[in-house]
């Protein structure tokens, strides 16, 4: 087909041709910037899978912005032909990097791995599955650039477009399920992205078999070679993230992208783990400097004056405060009281001299009052005895 301009872009030359369509390197006047047109021939209908593949292309892509994916700029149609205005990428795919031996240092090889992971994250996290990820999909541009491309075959979680029982993919890089036919997700573009890596460290295909039945049953049934049989000084880190991505039971390989990353990105040589510290022992560690407040000045007690005395209240709750006081007080009240009636009960009592016992008067002595009980009863007795008077000196 003679095209010199498809809707607003003009053709400048050819890219490739295909059975079904052909891409162009195309000019856009709007932008004057260089684009890859590709386009579907007008004899595909659209019921034909080749439509849907194409319209499910644009769509995928139109939902992505990423600097690992390829950027599509406009679908569209004109004349009966579909197109699709994406980036135009300079460089060469990882197919023909592989195949001519131009990633010679394992470090080339991580890096490329580590971007691609990167794109798939984000397609997943958007929704998108690739599902025919390979090295002829992953394009290697100039300044280390990496990107994925053609998403035609990309299942989109809000379509219906695709149906579970179609066997779609290239079948050396497909995962069991998805040559089961069966319904994929993320995990599904991780085996194949495990499939790409072991061919990346090996140069062999990790399913290789005459016919495309055979290959199919190598990936459902049977494990691929030992990495170290074809490349012994792989280092088993990297091995490890190989098996894990390559194992048949999507339940037991990695459950995301950014966890293949992360183990990638581990296994690496010379990578350095940021372990957990360990606990250090009491001698060997220097604990903080407490902070502690500055003591407060002391406020002695206030000192009662001599004539200050506490009040009856006062008295009454210090001892209703201290019932052990209060006892030993009542027990000492009582004490007391007991001395003082006993001694009261030792004293001699008076008895009133009646007029009637002597006939005498009472005489007193100079020295004044007798002095004791004695006294008192030889006065009455001489009182009683004699008539005779007792005369004191005065």
């Not at 210090?318 to 007391?336: D, I, K, N, S």
């Amino acid at each position: 087909m003679n095209l010199e301009r498809i809707g607003k872009y003009r053709i400048v030359g050819e890219i490739g041709r295909g059975t079904m369509g052909e891409v162009y390197r195309a000019l856009d006047p709007d932008l004057n910037r260089h684009v890859a047109l590709k386009t579907l021939s007008a004899r595909v209908r659209p019921d034909d899978e080749a439509f849907k593949r194409f319209k499910r292309e644009a769509q995928a892509a139109a939902l992505l912005s990423h600097p690992n994916i390829v950027t599509i700029h406009e679908f569209g149609e004109e004349r009966g032909i579909l197109y699709m205005a994406m980036e135009l990428l300079e460089g060469t795919d990882l197919r023909d990097a592989i195949d001519n031996g131009r990633l010679r240092t394992l470090d080339e090889k991580i890096r490329i791995m580590d971007k691609v992971l990167t794109a798939l994250e984000y397609a997943h996290i958007k929704g998108v599955i690739h599902r025919d990820v390979k090295p002829a999909n992953i394009h290697l541009g100039p300044a280390d650039q990496v990107k994925i491309m053609d998403f035609g075959l990309a299942r989109i979680s809000t379509s219906e477009m695709t149906q579970d029982g179609i066997v779609l993919g290239t079948p050396n890089y497909m995962s069991p399920e998805q040559a089961l036919g069966d319904k994929v997700d993320g995990r599904s573009d991780l085996f194949s992205t495990g499939a790409v890596f072991y061919e990346l460290l090996t140069g062999h295909k990790p399913f290789e078999a005459d016919s495309t039945p055979s290959v199919l049953f190598q990936v459902v049934h049977r494990p691929p070679p030992p990495v170290r049989r074809w490349v012994p000084d792989v280092p088993m880190p990297l091995v490890d993230v190989v098996e894990k991505a390559l194992v048949k039971d999507k339940k037991l390989r990695f459950q995301s992208a950014g966890a293949m990353r992360a183990a990638l990105a581990a296994a690496r040589p010379g990578a350095v783990l940021q372990a957990p510290p360990l606990p250090a022992r009491p001698s060997d560690s220097v604990p903080p400097a407490l902070h502690v407040p500055a003591p407060r000045p002391a406020t002695p007690p206030p000192i009662p004056t001599p004539l200050e005395r506490p009040s009856a209240a006062r008295r009454g709750r210090r001892l209703g405060a201290h019932p052990l006081m209060a006892g030993v007080a009542l027990a000492l009240l009582a004490v007391a009281a007991i001395a003082v009636t006993v001694a009261v009960r030792g004293l001699p009592v008076r008895r009133p001299i009646s007029p009637n016992t002597s006939s005498g008067p009472i005489v007193r002595k100079r020295c004044g009052r007798p002095s004791g009980p004695a006294s008192w009863e030889a006065a009455a007795a001489s009182t009683s005895a004699s008539p005779t008077t007792m005369r004191g000196g005065r």
